[in-house]
């Protein structure tokens, strides 16, 4: 499957995504396809919108303590959802559909989320620190969310003109 990666301004990003009710060939090969895309672009989380598949469907590979990120540490979440959350943390996040912009975001340190995996079997997981993080960060893909709707008004305002400029820069090559 040819995927490519939606990037803001993209309306699509701010799609609702839907409930995954058929965990066939279909969806294995969109997970199969995000994987390589994912990795190819020093990605850590990708959620299906950002591919243009407006489906609840997210993966994650975290990096090690010596930032390798294995193939084993993939996890595929299909609908998931918070179940538990406490704590809080900020970091500074990074997107692969808003490239080239970080910002600090606070989000809940400790997480409890209920998800199928591929086959439709139910699992529960708690995460907590950079796990949790890049849970929430992708989970709010699937409301249409993006890190930087949760920036104060002015780094918002300062975001919106870097980005202009940016895009300008890249157009003037
Ligand atoms: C902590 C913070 C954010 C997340 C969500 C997942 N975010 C990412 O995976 C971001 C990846 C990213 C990769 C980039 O590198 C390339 O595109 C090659 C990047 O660089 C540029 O934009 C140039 C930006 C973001 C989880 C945990
Ligand atoms: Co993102």
């Known amino acids: 499957m040819n995927l490519n990666i939606v990037e803001y301004p ?19 090969e969109l997970l199969d396809s995000m ?9 850590i989380g990708l959620a299906a919108i ?3 598949f407006p489906l609840r469907a997210l993966i994650l ?12 540490n993939l996890i595929e979440m299909i609908n998931p ?3 538990n959350y406490s704590g809080e943390i900020v ?8 490239p080239k912009f970080y910002e600090d975001v606070k989000r809940y ?15 529960t997981l708690e995460a907590e620190g950079l796990f949790a993080i890049a849970i929430q960060h992708e989970m709010d893909h699937l409301d249409g969310l993006l890190f930087i709707d949760k920036l104060s008004y002015s780094r918002r305002k300062k ?15």
């Open 81 to 83: 959802v918070l179940s």
């Open 50 to 52: 950002q591919v243009a």
């Open 61 to 72: 590979n975290i990096p090690d303590e010596d930032g390798e990120q294995p193939d084993e």
């Open 35 to 43: 994987y390589p895309i994912m990795m190819n672009t020093n990605g």
């Open 109 to 123: 340190s400790n997480i409890t989320v209920n998800y199928q995996d591929r086959d439709a079997n139910t699992i």
């Open 10 to 28: 993209d309306k699509k990003l701010r799609e609702k995504s839907k409930e995954v009710k058929s965990f066939d060939s279909k969806l294995h």
């Open 159 to 173: 975001f919106e003109k870097e980005y202009k400029r940016m895009q300008k820069d890249k157009k003037n090559g």
């Open 91 to 98: 970091y500074q996040e990074g997107c692969l559909s808003v």
